[in-house]
């Protein structure tokens, strides 16, 4: 069940520092949604203010809303863990739970909340997620070895079938494939254009070719400079990103000219 | 405990004939003055562990042979230690029971539940009370404790008395085992909070943001990732607070009043002693052989704890593999 996000008047602190300000877009469902921007505008923030991962950092706050279909997810009484569990979220690092099988890794979130299931269901899920997220075959045979025995790239498609096994509406990547090499990237990618039709996805990359490659939208981020608060400078279809933005700065930064 | 093999002190390039130095120098003056302190420094311990079990053995070794009628009690050693071994063992699995999920409350309030500005003062209050000295934890066993215990312990007999460990009949002052396990249950209870605290707060940040992200609640997130990770921490600091409980003399020979007897009654007034508090409360009235006796069950003492030790890094190294040490 894709959803869609709509976030107005967006300011991001962490404590007095304001890290973004004022960004108002639309996220569409059934859709992968790019941002783009050079290191340090806020992309990472801005994504994790959509889950509400951001305000677990000590300090760190929300000003504005982010509205998923109907309901303000920073509104009174919205408890973010169930924010969570609708907005799934890949990181930028690996992050495997160590301590736990690969098998387990995948079911983690299942069993969150006393959300047992039978053994057979998760079987199940394990196998689908674990195909979906292109690691069923180096894995299968090994599913009961420790996350961690991995590789890097691998470590990551495991995480994104951690994320994928609970079915989330929304999907949050944080540069996820750039532990991946250009094989298990492009299966992400493949992935990505899969798993849209059933869900939301908004990706960080700093890939201009996966941004034109996987995304529908994009959204360009940028920032005045040191200590400045990052902008959502520029939104719109990839296509027209990539071909005529209507904003210089969109433009030097796609053409490479900075960032 | 781990014992360093081999330390290589420069690495694989040591071996082979010297070459020409052409491509950098191999002379890295600081590496080698680091690693000779660090296998210095472990050369030390393991040459103090071996002088301590070789003046135990040399002067324990006349009482494990001496004729039984020789050795205080007149019945040998093996039946003199046998009570004080069981009376070190039991006081210090009740302190450890008692301590061992206190203490991981206790870490846990401080470095994920209480918020920060309680947290830090709260995190100095519990590593100044590991410094409180053990005789203090003893006075205030016999004179505050132990009264106030005697109405709970009537209680245990009363409801529980068809179990061994509450038989009865109560102790009038309240000095019992049970007395003593609490005495050192409170004594252990701030190292083992502060080493709980210190491998919680440890937990990789990127891990609990794993769990978090996935919907964890914050009790589901501490059992998914930070406890996991701490285990090997967690039996870390509970082996430390054994070893104190078993080493105990003070706060145990001030509480108990000892008779040679093993007897799981633990609220009753005959309890064996400890093997530490035993040797304090005799050493000083002791000569020859008497000596030799307390010494040797010393050696049992130091061969107790290196048991203990050992059995708790198996445990440990068990599911290695799947040690946060790994991520
Ligand atoms: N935990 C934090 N505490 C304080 N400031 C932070 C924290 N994390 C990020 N920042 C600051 O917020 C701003 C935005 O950082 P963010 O990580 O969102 O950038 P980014 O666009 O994701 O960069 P990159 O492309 O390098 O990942 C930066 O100025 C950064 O220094
Ligand atoms: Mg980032």
């Known amino acids: 069940m894709a959803k869609r996000i709509d976030v107005k008047d967006l300011d991001i602190y962490y404590g007095s520092f304001r890290a973004v300000e004022g960004v108002t877009m639309s996220i569409e469902p059934r859709s992968i949604t790019a941002l783009i921007g050079p290191s340090g505008c806020g992309k990472s923030t801005f994504l994790r203010s959509l889950n509400r991962m951001h305000e677990v950092i000590p300090g760190a706050r929300v000003s504005g809303s982010v509205i998923l279909d109907g309901q303000d997810l920073y509104g009174a009484g919205v408890d973010p863990v169930s924010v969570r569990r609708h907005v799934g979220m890949v990181f930028q690092r690996p992050n495997p739970f160590p301590t736990m099988s690969i098998y387990e890794n995948v079911v983690?979130?299942?069993?969150?909340?006393?959300?047992?299931?039978?053994?057979?269901?998760?079987?199940?899920?394990?196998?689908?997620?674990?195909?979906?997220?292109?690691?069923?075959?180096?894995?299968?045979?090994?599913?009961?070895?420790?996350?961690?025995?991995?590789?890097?790239?691998?470590?990551?498609?495991?995480?994104?079938?951690?994320?994928?096994?609970?079915?989330?509406?929304v999907l949050l990547m944080d540069e996820p494939c750039s532990a991946l090499d250009p094989i298990s990237t492009l299966a992400i990618e493949d992935l990505m254009d899969q798993l849209k039709k059933d869900y939301t996805i908004v990706i960080v990359t700093h890939n201009m070719q996966q941004a034109a490659r996987v995304s529908d939208r994009t959204g360009f981020f940028n920032i005045a400079g040191t200590g400045q608060p990052g902008k959502l400078i520029e939104m719109d279809e990839t296509s027209t990103m990539f071909s005529t933005p209507s904003n210089q700065a969109t433009e030097d930064y796609i053409s490479g000219r900075f960032g | 405990?781990?014992?360093?093999?081999?330390?290589?002190?420069?690495?694989?390039?040591?071996?082979?004939?010297?070459?020409?130095?052409?491509?950098?120098?191999?002379?890295?003056?600081?590496?080698?003055?680091?690693?000779?302190?660090?296998?210095?420094?472990?050369?030390?311990?393991?040459?103090?562990?071996?002088?301590?079990?070789?003046?135990?053995?040399?002067?324990?070794?006349?009482?494990?042979?001496?004729?039984?009628?020789?050795?205080?009690?007149?019945?040998?050693?093996?039946?003199?230690?046998?009570?004080?071994?069981?009376?070190?063992?039991?006081?210090?699995?009740?302190?450890?029971?008692?301590?061992?999920?206190?203490?991981?409350?206790?870490?846990?309030?401080?470095?994920?539940?209480?918020?920060?500005?309680?947290?830090?003062?709260?995190?100095?209050?519990?590593?100044?009370?590991?410094?409180?000295?053990?005789?203090?934890?003893?006075?205030?066993?016999?004179?505050?404790?132990?009264?106030?215990?005697?109405?709970?312990?009537?209680?245990?007999?009363?409801?529980?008395?068809?179990?061994?460990?509450?038989?009865?009949?109560?102790?009038?002052?309240?000095?019992?085992?049970?007395?003593?396990?609490?005495?050192?249950?409170?004594?252990?209870?701030?190292?083992?909070?502060?080493?709980?605290?210190?491998?919680?707060?440890?937990?990789?940040?990127?891990?609990?943001?794993?769990?978090?992200?996935?919907?964890?609640?914050?009790?589901e997130m501490i059992r998914m990732t930070v406890l996991p990770f701490a285990r090997s921490g967690m039996v870390s600091g509970a082996m430390l607070g054994l070893g104190r409980a078993l080493g105990e003399t003070l706060a145990v020979a001030l509480v108990l009043s000892p008779a040679a007897v093993i007897s799981f009654n633990l609220i009753g007034s005959t309890n064996s002693s400890t093997i530490a508090a035993n040797i304090a409360l005799n050493f000083p009235e002791s000569s020859g052989l008497a000596v030799n006796t307390l010494i040797a069950t010393g050696l049992v003492l130091f061969t107790l704890t290196f048991v203990v030790n050992f059995i708790a890094r198996a445990v440990v190294a068990r599911r290695k593999d799947f040690s946060g040490a790994n991520a």
């Open chain 1, 108 to 169: 983690a979130g299942m069993r969150l909340n006393g959300r047992g299931t039978r053994k057979a269901a998760m079987d199940e899920v394990v196998e689908g997620a674990l195909q979906g997220a292109n690691l069923w075959n180096e894995v299968k045979d090994r599913l009961d070895r420790p996350g961690s025995s991995l590789s890097g790239g691998q470590q990551q498609r495991l995480c994104i079938a951690r994320a994928i096994a609970v079915k989330p509406d």
């Open chain 2, 1 to 219: 405990m781990t014992t360093p093999a081999t330390t290589q002190v420069g690495g694989p390039l040591d071996q082979g004939p010297p070459a020409e130095p052409r491509i950098g120098s191999r002379n890295r003056t600081g590496d080698k003055i680091f690693s000779g302190t660090a296998t210095a420094a472990g050369i030390t311990i393991l040459v103090t562990l071996a002088g301590i079990a070789a003046f135990l053995l040399y002067e324990g070794f006349p009482a494990l042979v001496a004729a039984p009628e020789d050795v205080p009690g007149g019945e040998g050693f093996w039946p003199y230690v046998q009570p004080l071994l069981f009376g070190t063992v039991l006081a210090a699995v009740i302190a450890l029971i008692i301590a061992a999920p206190l203490s991981i409350g206790i870490a846990l309030f401080i470095s994920h539940y209480a918020p920060r500005k309680i947290a830090a003062p709260l995190g100095y209050l519990v590593d100044l009370l590991a410094a409180v000295p053990s005789v203090v934890y003893g006075l205030w066993g016999i004179f505050f404790l132990a009264p106030q215990l005697v109405p709970v312990f009537q209680w245990l007999e009363n409801t529980l008395g068809f179990l061994p460990f509450f038989e009865g009949p109560t102790s009038a002052t309240g000095r019992t085992m049970l007395t003593a396990g609490i005495v050192l249950a409170v004594m252990i209870l701030p190292i083992m909070s502060g080493v709980n605290r210190e491998v919680f707060l440890q937990t990789p940040r990127l891990q609990e943001e794993a769990a978090l992200a996935l919907g964890a609640t914050r009790s």
